[in-house]
């Protein structure tokens, strides 16, 4: 295994500052996508899009383009991605996305990653070094130092990029962004976030294969599903679903959730990165992700808005119901709680729907709400990357904002892995307060990959 170095080049990027915020989070008419290179040059001004991995959610990532040209199928699962070949049996085939990108990159204008998540960044990589679009599924990336780099390269091949966070086109985020800039929630210095994931086995050891040794299916090339990842023997336990709750190729929980959970109330309060974060919760190993967890972030003062606790629950923990919620009302399985000084918002997952609580004050308020100001993403998330592909504005969760973003959440689980607080330099991507927890924010590459 070659050795990867740990946290090189530190200062690629710096906290956004709060006055350019609003480009970052809502760029759709604020600022145009410069240098995208689209012509229009293939029928009913269409982008040919690649695309690595088919079955499961790449196979929706598939059916979503059909207004497009698809080009191309890289799949390592001929199982997994059976209905997809089937459905489109002209496109070609791959299973290797280097040799994908090396035969058809010339005839490629767009890239949609649809992965594990250990292998969202070297595939990034390939794509953006040959100029192409990319849009990757959430996590943007399975390290903080990936997320840094990954947006660095973006910016600098000039191309139109999107994270697979759809509630950042919704609705809600951008009513729960006009009510906090207009006051109607006060100072708001605390949030709450649960998730009902894991809904897989978390918290396991290496599979035993003392007594049988699971060979591997002829339908899946289990050496290019593990890409990056360390050499180590085909388990079911690992593939085709289960490898979310495994460090080498998984986020957890958190990695899962987090970023269509917590992207509403981080574009609205502008919060940045934190300055420290902590966590405790189930049984982990040194393999897997914990059985629950819940994980708390400080994020400093921004200006004159006050500092925010921010806490993460998952594997069933939940947090105190509050006060204002109607004594019959529920919490939802997965949401947010935004508690104001003068008003608290419950959201749900995508921030497709926000609610001031309790619902009587919802309708005393509703007749003062603010007016919408902010640009809405009318066609939604996908056909506004397309839009971006095509050399319109730039997508809302590009990587500009994308990587800050994912970063938040992956510090999560290092300060998960790393059992401790951790304080945290953002400038110079660095913890300082456990320095060995720094190895998290990073990881080895097998070799072959170009990472």
């Given amino acids: 295994m070659s050795s990867h170095p740990v946290l090189p080049r530190r200062a690629f990027l710096k906290t956004a500052a709060l006055g350019s915020f609003a480009a970052l989070a809502f760029p759709a008419i604020l600022r145009s996508q410069s240098g995208s290179g689209w012509a229009g040059s293939t ?72 992965t594990p998540d250990h292998m969202h960044y070297p595939m990034a990589v390939a794509a953006l070094s040959l100029g192409k679009h990319v849009y990757v599924e959430k996590p943007l990336t399975h390290t903080v130092w990936e997320s840094r780099q990954l947006a660095k390269l973006a910016r600098e091949k000039k191309v139109a990029t999107q994270m697979g966070n759809q509630g950042h086109a919704n609705e809600g985020v951008r009513l729960l962004t006009e009510w906090f800039d207009a006051g109607v929630l006060g100072e708001v210095r605390e949030i709450h976030t649960w998730t009902n994931r894991p809904t897989w086995v978390q918290g396991l050891d290496e599979p035993d294969h003392s007594k049988v040794k699971p060979a591997v299916p002829a339908t899946l090339d289990w050496d290019l599903w593990l890409g990056v990842a360390p050499q180590r023997a085909y388990d079911p336990a690992f593939a085709p679903f289960k490898w979310r709750g495994y ?72 947090p105190v119901v509050p006060e204002n919620l109607e004594l019959n009302r529920a919490l939802p399985l997965n949401g947010s709680l935004i508690v104001g000084s003068k008003a608290t918002v419950l959201s749900d997952t995508y921030y497709g729907s926000v609610r ?28 506004e990357w397309f839009t971006a592909c095509k050399g319109g504005p730039a997508a809302g969760s590009n990587f500009d904002y994308a990587a800050p973003f994912s970063e938040v959440v992956l510090l999560g689980n290092v300060a998960i892995r790393a059992r401790r607080r951790i304080e945290w330099d953002s400038a110079a991507l660095k913890i300082t307060n456990v320095p060995a927890a720094n190895q998290y924010l990073t990881k080895e590459y097998r070799p072959g990959f170009g990472v």
Wanted: glycine share 12%; with cysteine; proline share 7%.
């Fill in 247 to 318: 460090w080498d190729y998984g986020c957890g929980a958190l990695g899962d959730m987090g970023c269509h959970l917590m992207d509403g109330a981080y574009t609205a309060l502008r919060l940045g990165a934190p300055d420290w974060v902590e966590s405790g919760g189930g049984k982990q190993t040194a393999i897997g992700a914990p059985t629950a967890s819940i994980v708390t972030y400080h994020f400093p003062t921004r200006g004159a808005l006050p500092a925010v606790k921010w806490t993460w629950y998952d594997g069933g923990l939940m």
């Fill in 356 to 383: 001031i609580v309790p619902e009587t004050l919802m309708r005393e308020l509703a007749p003062t709400l603010p007016p919408k100001t902010l640009p809405r993403a009318k066609d939604g998330h996908i056909k």
């Fill in 43 to 114: 029928p009913n001004n269409r982008l040919n899009i690649a695309f690595i991995g088919v079955g499961g959610r790449g196979k929706n990532a598939v059916l979503e383009s059909e207004t497009e040209n698809l080009v191309a199928f890289c799949d390592v699962d001929d199982v997994r991605a059976a209905a997809t070949f089937k459905q489109f049996p002209n496109v070609p085939r791959f299973r290797d996305y280097r040799q994908m990108l090396d035969k058809l990159g010339n005839q490629i204008d767009a890239v949609r990653i649809s």
